[in-house]
């Protein structure tokens, strides 16, 4: 995949646009080369849970993606990428070039949002059968500070309520889509360093965050425009 000149960025999330021709389509990706010294936790299907991780894809597929391993397609992805070891993969039928940023006192996030297929996360039970398509808002924050193991966690739920504080905010009468994924990646400790123990909404480092990934979420996925039915 050739390598776009990314647009100019804050210092900790700088990515790199990739294009490539996939299924009879040109597709996108974004990719975040970290390093190492992260660790990070996430909901995605390649190198999801917590751990170090020194890479980020966030990878366009077509719409009606119909691979059953996504896994190892993002995996061929990256590595044609020029990137190894441990990291984190993400796809979404959304376009990928669109991706918000925003920086809210050195937390960062960058958005990617696809929100044709959306809806509350407790809806009823008739209506979770079948495979939703791959639409997704794709959120990763990057965080100058190491965290613990529990504070990883509670900056995934901060991300998630702020996420949906936008999606009310700009109209979407939604919680998200079916298949909303996330990364926050917080630096490796030093030896001796203190871990901050916190990062909900109201912490310092989660307060950042959140007003980021808000920011991040409203640019990504505009408000609505009047009469257009908000589902």
Same mark, same amino acid.
């Given at each position: 995949?050739?390598?776009?000149?990314?647009?100019?960025?804050?210092?900790?999330?700088?990515?790199?646009?990739?294009?490539?021709?996939?299924?009879?389509?040109?597709?996108?990706?974004l990719?975040?080369?970290?390093?190492?010294?992260?660790?990070?936790?996430?909901?995605?299907?390649?190198?999801?849970?917590?751990?170090?991780?020194?890479?980020?894809?966030?990878?366009?597929?077509?719409h009606?993606?119909?691979?059953?391993?996504?896994?190892?397609?993002?995996?061929a992805?990256?590595?044609?990428?020029?990137?190894?070891?441990?990291?984190?993969?993400?796809?979404?039928?959304?376009?990928?070039?669109?991706?918000?940023?925003a920086?809210?006192?050195?937390?960062?996030?960058?958005?990617?949002?696809?929100?044709?297929?959306?809806?509350?996360?407790?809806?009823?039970?008739?209506?979770? =059968? @079948?495979?939703?398509? &791959?639409?997704?808002?794709?959120?990763?924050? $990057?965080?100058?500070? *190491?965290?613990?193991? !529990? +504070?990883?966690?509670?900056?995934?739920?901060?991300?998630?309520?702020?996420?949906?504080?936008?999606?009310?905010?700009?109209?979407?009468?939604?919680?998200?889509?079916?298949?909303?994924a996330?990364?926050?990646?917080?630096?490796?400790?030093?030896?001796?360093?203190?871990?901050?123990?916190? =990062? @909900?909404?109201?912490? &310092?480092?989660?307060?950042?965050?959140?007003? $980021?990934?808000?920011? *991040?979420?409203?640019? !990504? +996925?505009?408000?609505?425009?009047?009469?257009?039915?908000?589902?």
């Amino acid at each position: 995949m050739p390598v776009v000149p990314p647009p100019r960025t804050a210092a900790l999330l700088s990515v790199q646009r990739l294009a490539r021709d996939e299924d009879g389509e040109r597709l996108h990706a974004l990719l975040w080369s970290a390093g190492p010294g992260w660790r990070m936790i996430s909901s995605a299907v390649l190198g999801g849970g917590i751990g170090e991780r020194a890479w980020v894809l966030n990878a366009q597929v077509a719409h009606g993606y119909r691979r059953t391993d996504p896994d190892r397609h993002l995996a061929a992805l990256a590595a044609r990428a020029g990137v190894s070891g441990a990291g984190v993969g993400l796809m979404t039928a959304a376009d990928v070039t669109a991706h918000a940023h925003a920086d809210d006192g050195g937390a960062e996030a960058v958005v990617t949002a696809g929100i044709t297929v959306r809806g509350w996360a407790a809806s009823p039970a008739e209506g979770t =059968a @079948g495979s939703p398509a &791959p639409g997704t808002i794709n959120i990763l924050v $990057a965080l100058p500070v *190491a965290l613990t193991d !529990a +504070a990883l966690v509670n900056a995934v739920a901060t991300a998630t309520e702020a996420k949906v504080q936008a999606l009310l905010d700009a109209g979407h009468r939604c919680s998200g889509t079916p298949t909303d994924a996330v990364v926050i990646a917080a630096r490796s400790p030093r030896p001796g360093e203190t871990l901050h123990a916190f =990062a @909900g909404p109201r912490s &310092p480092w989660g307060a950042r965050l959140a007003r $980021a990934v808000h920011q *991040a979420v409203g640019a !990504a +996925a505009p408000a609505l425009p009047a009469g257009i039915p908000t589902g």
